[in-house]
DNA sequence: TATGAATGAGCCTTCATTCAT
DNA sequence: CATGAATGAAGGCTCATTCAT
């Protein structure tokens, strides 16, 4: 992907992600794509090398700007506040930005998910993963394997905001702390 | 005159299964399935209309036998045991069954979905939510909107299932009493 | 072909004439055949070695028994009464037989047609063909190249009668008699 | 950037009709069109949605230059000499085209036949029905009902037009004169 | 850089014919 | 004779990718 206009590569991004929320993963082509932003079916070729990058580019640039990009700055507060706050954002992120959510959910379980996109997904699940495993330390958290936990929390949070996409759910503050209540419950010792 | 087989739907179904945990549904072509059946292409249409209709079939056979056939003969019991025989079913079946839990992974947010199938899915999930209701009256379960508590089992069961697929995990009492622990935490009031 | 019961041969016979006129020589597949005459795919391969020649066998039966069947039996009339009564003939039989005449029309220009079939057609032309010399003889048909003459009969009778199935119209003696009068003051000198 | 190249929809149409001519519309297929026209078998595809809208561009736009075209120009000129340019002009056109001839003819009555097609068709008939009713009032024409007299002329020419074609006939004055006098004799009063 | 016409491998599906029963 | 399940070659069409302009 060269960087040579940040603004067609947004213009891409978003495209593809309205199609495939309107139409499905499956029935994204590269020429509907093209035709949705506005630029010629060769064009998507000057800033992508194929279609699979086109959508690896993509997740990783939804799931950075929604996800990992407000991990590091919270590693001060207290370890239920930290899970509250990567909570209550990844619901806000993902609530707001429903297309981009249908988009992410269909690509994960896709053939298109590369070696790469695969390991930044897991980046998150390690953050995770050593919050819970400093949780346990701290006797907040059940002393429980990892890979019985995490499925809870991402398959939880995958689940909800899917659901809320579709059924068009407003966020309150109730549905984030309600959410966040059953989720604690869950992993707390 | 040669018989119709039975055992020929059977054989099918296995066929697709492997391939989709091979190769992701998107690869999966009918004539793929075809040679893995050992079969020619055209046979498939003697049992079935069309690709779409062959995979929404044994989605619905896959989920009726897996958890929808379990469900009448335990309606006697008290709800945290309807809960746990629930839980402790869907997991074994889907961790002996992990091809068959790839293909339903994949198919259940694929296009090929019908209005029928979907429908049989919603079953499951009208039984999980009258079980929650009832668990309300009772004081058990969280007094919380179904559509925050649904998720939660959904989300999880099937994302742990599907990780444990694939890190090919043998499931034990322990696993399933440690996760079915977690959920309960989760829900109970 | 074999012989070998007369009764389901016409039994083929009646189910492919219906339902080329109903679907078209195109969509007339050897099992739409066999499922409207009740009886199996295989069946067919027994009465007919394949598709071409059940269709060539049963064009060349209509053909026989709805124009050359009549033709000997006239041959001491005198000129134009003998046209009369094949023009009649010919046109009671095709509007009486709408289905047969529909399949006639939609064979006849099919890539189906066999050598055989098309010398068959031509000994009908043939027999035209000598009536016309006749006539010339006689100086009471037109003194021109039979090319010019014949299609003249044969397209107008072709087309009047397909037109005339479509239409469903009722052959009255008026109409006959009319289309005869066109057919003679074309050809007579 | 390749421009759209309007030869392309010529050269398409050329390998139609003769691939038509040489092998029959049922055997025509999109690649092997593409091969005749020696392009690949998508490029048909930007040109025509379908085999089918091919096919029924292909046919207007015959009717139309072979036809349909001179119609308007001649409604001054009195009626036997309408009709005899009409004779011609269609006649002619049909010998110096006989691969077009043929695809016509085959063409019209095949199941591709859109409703649009049809309607085209029907609007030389109309010119024709006009033309013949015009002719009763000025007593020149058999006063007859049109669907006796229209399936002359037109099965007249369709058929004579199919066999020049085939038997590679040169088309001289003497056989449009004698063709038009058949005609005329009977149609008139 | 941008265009979009052109490519062609590959997909789903049909159907004449065969063959085991 | 009769059956109809099984076969597999081919057809119409799609779409990621290329390339001439």
Redo the contacts between chains.
Sequence with gaps: MRVKDDTKVNTIFEATTKLTSEL????LTMSSIAKKAKMACGTLYIYFDSKEQLLNELYKHLLISGTLSLLPSIQHLPLKKQFFVIWSNVLKFRVSNSCEVIFM??FR????VSEETSNLDKQFLNFIKDLLDQGKEELII?N??N???V??L???????AR??AI?K?VLTDA?IE??F???W????S
Tied chains: 1, 2, 3, 4.
């Design positions: 499905g993963l499956s029935r959910h269909q379980y896709s053939s298109f059940k429980m394997d890979c019985l936990l499925p809870l991402y398959g939880y949070a995958n689940t909800l659901q809320m059924d759910v549905i309600q959410s209540h059953v989720c419950d869950a992993i707390k």
